[in-house]
């Protein structure tokens, strides 16, 4: 079970969003001391959180398991991870 889930709907090319998406994620990652590894339109993510983040053509969603230290600071974390996707959908 998910401790973040986050959905957001686009109509950005999928492209396009990846090409923007990305970069910001990589910079969150390295925020949050996260390693990511991405396979085409997905993001897995290990570190303090392990999850994914899928990128369909219309939608995507960013679910996350935190660890406990991780969870003391759960708000803000999801803040800024709403924030960023919020940044990058325009």
């Known amino acids: ?20 998406l990305k970069p910001a994620v990589e910079e969150s990652a ?4 996260l390693e990511v590894q991405w396979a085409g339109s ?3 993510f290990t570190g303090m959180a392990l999850g994914y983040l899928k990128v369909g053509e219309t939608s995507l969603t960013l679910a996350a398991r935190l660890s406990y230290a991780a969870l003391l600071h759960k708000r803000m ?5 709403s924030q960023t996707l919020d940044a990058v959908l325009g």
């Open 1 to 20: 079970m998910a401790h973040i889930l986050i959905t957001r709907r686009h109509s950005i090319s999928l492209d396009k969003l990846l090409a923007k």
């Open 30 to 33: 390295a925020k949050f001391d």
């Open 42 to 44: 997905t993001c897995k």
């Open 77 to 81: 974390i999801e803040k800024e991870i």
